[in-house]
């Protein structure tokens, strides 16, 4: 069954993402820039040391990867779209697609399409499946709010769409076999790893599921890959997708879609046809000139990854210490579901609005990330997240911060 890409609206980018992503933007040296205002109404800039914990809204990137997003375009643009440069282009783009097929153990390097992000992932799947009126979907709140958006967007076509909130993985199985039975479902749209609290979604159940009931599985990595071992030696959902500047420690404007079955395989009445002009699984998901440099980044801080090791070990241990503190302290409460969570991120909410606020007035060089609880939108949510790189003393001085505080 091919899916034929379909004109729809383009993923939107609201100011509200554009808000979030400028901060972050300056976080890659760890070094913040606070503005401050002199008495005499001139302003001054005053460098303060950061203490980063949003390492799930963006990882800092190596040295190496800066030197081979250079290097790559420095090399193009000495060979631009000449025989030799279009050479260059497809051979590197390729190489990048084989390393991250090692990596991710899938079995055909032609199932990965490069993306610039997470979001555009999505709607590039949702894009190409044939909706029929009363088809569904099933989804969670704990999806991003991009994600999401698209999912909605579907629904004037007359998609219905059903969140789960779960509170276990045997819940969410049994919640989704049910509507599995009972509905028209088309597909499941759901995170491997959740924004909002680091839990860890049984994908590999959901997907023996999904093949019984011939519903599509749909899977956001963005929290995953990177973070926790990901690998698919002997199955595959039907569309996986990640982006690289998260866990991957990669530059802004990468990632990665993986094709399952259905994107790959042609309809019965296409067939002859696809012989014929037979592309790879890729070439419909990788619109238009790719900036390649972007790309042998992306490629390069994943290889850097695998070479180092997701230290698991290490970000359970900072994970175990956050939660003993704050089981320590008063006025707030873990969020957290019966089940795996994952080692790098670890959220909770205030349980009285004095903690809230004054946790939202929290010291400015503390970054972490705010969000409104997807239950009850006026309450707040806080997530701290970290990599192996994320410096002992600032957790522990964000430790000491609560213990001195509540
Ligand atoms: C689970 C999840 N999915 C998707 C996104 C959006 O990612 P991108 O900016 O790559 O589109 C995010 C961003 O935080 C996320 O956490």
Redesign the pocket.
Known sequence: MVYRPRPTHQ?GVSPK?IAS?LPLSFNLSLGAIALSRKPEGRSIFLKAHMIYLNV??LSPFKQDVQQEITTTLEQFSRLLYSDEGIHYYRETVQRCREDLAQWLQVEDGQRIAFV???????WLVLSRIPWKSGDQILTTT??????LKEIMALQPRGIHVHTLDPSSPDELETQIEQLLKSRQVRAIVI?????IDGRIFPIERLYRLTQSYHALLIV????AVGHIPVNFPDWQPDAYF?????WCAGP?GT?ALILGKPFVEPDENDRNEEEETKQPAWAAFELGTQNIGLIAGFAKACAIKQQEGLKTATLESLREEVRQTLSETSGVKFLEWEGPHSPGIFSFTCLDKQTELHLQSKPHNIVWKIFPLPKDLNRTGIRVSWSSDTAKADLESVLTFFQDNY
């Open positions: 993923p993402t992503i799930a809204g610039p992000n997470a979001t555009t992932a999505n704990h999806e991003n709010s991009t994600v995170s491997h790893v959740s924004h956001d990595g963005a929290q990640f982006p690289g500047h998260k802004m990632g």
